[in-house]
C-alpha cells in the first residue's frame, strides 16, 4: 500500500503494556503492591518486556497486513514540553510512570532502530507534534495513516489524513454507523477516523475538536477550558461562530439582546454566556482560559526543526538479520518464529 503510517509510539508501548499486565498488577496501588505483582511481568534476565513483545507483535502485523510504504515512530521524550512552559499546570494530574514501563522505552526504541525503522524524538515537544509535522508535510505525497490511543489526533484528520484510533470498541463503534468491521483491512481493535465520522461522533469538523477542548477542556491533559460550560452549549455554537475566536467576536461585539436571541434561536438551554464572559485578577476563567486551553490542545504541524525530513527518509525496509538477532536476544520466540512469513522487505 502506497502509504505512510505513523505510530505514537509512547501511546502504542504504553497500551501494549497493560494490554499483558496481570490484574492484579495494574490494580496495585502501593510501590510495595506493584513490587510483589510486578514479578508476574513477562522478562528476560530481569528486564521487563512484555510492552515491548506486544507492541512490535502488533506492528509486524500492521507490516504484514496492511504493507504501508513508509513508516515512522514518534515519542514523547518527557512531560517538560512547551506546553507546560505555557501552562505549569498541564498533564500535572498523571501520576508516574510505572518503572516496569518507564524502562521497556529504551529497549523498544532500541529493537526499532535494529529492526531499520524510523523514529523522532525531540526536547520539547509530544509524539503529536512530531507526527502532527510529518503529516502536514507528506500527505500531500501519499496518504497518511496515523495509529493512536491519543483523541487529540482528531484534529488532524482530513481527507488525506486517517486516524486508526486504538480501542476495544471499534466493533461497536462500527456498528453505530451502520458498518461491518469485518469489511474492512484494518488492525485489530482499530477504527478509522475520516472527516466524516469525526463529526459523525463528536458533532463537529476536525479541526474545530480544539475549539471544543478550548471551552470543555480535558481532564486526561488537564487542560482546563471553561469551567461549566460543555457540550451540549459548545457544540452548536461552533457550528454556528466556527471557532473559539468567532464565538469571542460574536459575544464582544454585539448586545445583549443579540445575544441573548441568538442563544436561544441555537437551541441552547442554559446560556453560558456569564461563564465565557467572566474575568478574574486572581483566576483563570472565560476568554483568557479558553485561549489558553486552545494553545494546550492545538497540535503543532510545523516542527523548524523536521523541516528536512522527507517521505524517503522514512521508506520501511527492514533489515531482517538485524531483527532475528534482537529477538533471539530478548527471546522473543514466538515472532522468531513467525518472521518468515512476514512481507516485510529485507534490507
Known amino acids: 500500500m502506497n502509504s505512510l503510517l505513523l505510530v505514537d509510539g509512547s501511546s502504542l508501548l504504553t497500551t ?30 530481569g528486564v521487563y518486556t512484555n510492552g515491548v513483545y506486544t507492541m512490535i507483535d502488533k506492528l509486524l502485523k500492521i507490516i504484514k497486513n496492511q504493507n504501508p510504504k513508509y513508516l515512522a515512530i514518534a515519542w514523547d521524550l518527557n512531560r517538560q514540553t512547551f506546553r ?4 505549569p499546570e498541564y498533564k500535572a494530574n498523571r501520576s508516574e510512570t510505572r518503572p516496569e514501563l518507564k524502562s521497556q ?6 529493537v526499532l532502530k535494529e529492526m531499520g525503522i524510523a523514529q523522532f524524538i525531540y526536547e520539547g515537544y509530544e509524539a503529536d507534534d512530531i507526527i502532527g509535522t510529518l503529516s502536514n508535510k507528506m500527505s500531500s505525497e501519499v496518504p497518511v495513516y496515523i495509529l493512536t490511543k491519543d483523541q487529540d489526533a482528531l484534529q488532524l484528520v482530513n481527507e488525506r489524513v486517517r486516524l486508526w484510533y486504538m480501542t476495544n470498541k471499534a466493533e461497536e463503534m462500527y456498528e453505530q454507523v451502520g458498518l461491518n468491521i469485518k469489511e474492512f483491512n484494518l488492525p485489530e481493535k482499530v ?34 477550558g471553561v469551567k461549566g460550560v460543555g457540550e451540549s452549549s459548545v457544540v452548536p455554537l461552533l ?9 469571542f467576536d460574536f459575544l464582544e461585539n454585539n448586545d445583549e439582546l443579540t445575544v441573548k436571541t441568538m442563544i436561544k434561536e441555537l437551541g441552547i438551554k442554559r446560556s453560558p454566556v456569564k461563564l465565557l464572559t467572566q474575568s478574574s485578577d486572581t483566576e483563570l476563567v472565560g476568554k483568557e482560559s479558553a485561549l489558553l486551553s486552545k494553545r494546550l490542545a492545538t497540535i503543532d504541524v510545523d516542527m523548524a526543526c523536521m523541516q528536512d525530513v522527507k517521505l524517503e527518509d522514512l521508506y520501511l525496509q527492514i533489515n531482517e538479520e538485524r531483527k532475528k538477532d534482537i529477538f533471539k536476544r530478548l527471546a522473543f520466540n514466538s515472532l522468531l518464529d513467525s518472521v518468515e512469513s512476514t512481507q516485510a522487505r529485507t534490507a
Do not use: C, W
Request: charged share 30%.
Open 84 to 87: 507546560r512552559d505555557i501552562y
Open 16 to 45: 501494549s503494556f497493560f494490554a499483558t499486565a496481570p490484574l492484579d498488577y495494574q490494580k496495585a496501588k502501593t510501590p510495595e503492591e506493584m513490587a510483589k505483582t510486578s514479578k508476574k511481568l513477562m522478562q528476560v534476565d
Open 105 to 110: 522505552y529504551p529497549l523498544a526504541q532500541e
Open 191 to 224: 477504527f478509522e477516523f475520516t472527516p466524516l465520522y469525526v463529526h459523525e461522533f463528536y458533532r463537529v469538523e476536525p479541526i474545530q475538536i480544539i475549539d471544543r477542548k478550548a471551552i470543555e477542556g480535558d481532564t486526561s491533559d488537564n487542560i482546563p
Open 239 to 247: 457550528n454556528e461562530f466556527k471557532s473559539v475566536e468567532g464565538i
